[in-house]
């Protein structure tokens, strides 16, 4: 079947740096895509989400990019903080797939750790 | 404040004993869904809810049940727990409407051990 993935496990910055964190998707069909932030010991956190009608969308100190031609999605933060360590995750959703497919299919996260 | 509850956080428990853990949001959404999370598999998707009384089934639904009563509420019942059902379990839940999709909020997990 086809997954969402992402390129790195780890990722590791400076403190003050930008860090892009990158996803390759393979489904076609996928119209929405969310990015997760995961904290230990917590529940995924919303970051940001983008619609397959937009090709970059920004938040505080976030912004995600979507390349349709590749399928790729990537989040990209500005000036990392401590606070910004934590499991990245891509999820990607099929718009009224229905079949189960309602649910989002996620990446296996990608660890960013900010180094001081 | 707007969130997703889970109970149990912890849970150690026997091969067999029937569980519950429970869901409750008071975001008056629509949708609810149960996800596991397991080392190198990421997050799969168990069973979800497009509203009361209708349930489906999701990715890896094996061995699980869940039922949707009232619209806050969505238990997953483990009947026969076994030991590969020891995972980290988390409670989401988000607007459903039609074709547009919404983002999930997600509780901040239930630990199940099974031995």
């Known amino acids: 079947g086809e997954n969402v993935g992402l390129h790195l496990p780890t990722l590791s910055v400076q403190e003050g740096d930008n860090s892009i964190i990158n996803c390759a998707y393979s489904?076609?069909?996928?119209?929405?895509f969310i990015w997760y932030k995961q904290e230990s010991g917590k529940g995924p956190q919303f970051i940001i989400d983008?619609?397959?009608?937009?090709d970059k969308r920004q938040g505080q100190r976030v912004t995600v990019l979507l390349n349709k031609t590749v399928k790729h999605l990537s989040l990209q933060i500005a000036a990392t903080q401590p606070g910004d360590s934590a499991v990245y995750f891509c999820?990607?959703?099929?718009?009224?797939?229905?079949?189960?497919?309602?649910?989002?299919?996620f990446g296996k996260g990608t660890h960013l750790i900010i180094q001081p | 404040e707007a969130q997703v509850t889970q109970n149990p956080r912890y849970l150690i428990t026997v091969t067999g004993k029937k569980l519950t853990v429970t869901c409750s949001q008071n975001?008056?959404?629509?949708?609810m869904s149960w996800y596991r999370q397991d080392p190198g598999l990421g997050l799969r998707q168990i069973y979800y809810?497009?509203?009361?009384?209708?349930?489906d089934k999701g990715d890896v639904p094996e061995g699980y049940k869940v039922s949707r009563k009232e619209k806050r509420n969505f238990p997953l019942i483990l009947e026969s727990p076994s030991p590969n059902q020891t995972s980290l379990y988390f409670c989401?839940?988000?607007?459903?409407?039609?074709?547009?999709?919404?983002?999930?909020?997600f509780g901040d997990g239930t630990r199940l051990s099974i031995l």
């Open positions: 983008i619609r397959s009608n937009m």
């Open positions: 975001m008056n959404h629509e949708y």
């Open positions: 989401a839940s988000s607007h459903y409407r039609g074709r547009s999709n919404q983002p999930q909020h």
């Open positions: 809810s497009m509203n009361v009384e209708v349930t």
């Open positions: 999820a990607e959703n099929i718009r009224g797939s229905g079949g189960g497919a309602d649910g989002l299919t």
């Open positions: 489904n076609s069909a996928s119209d929405y």
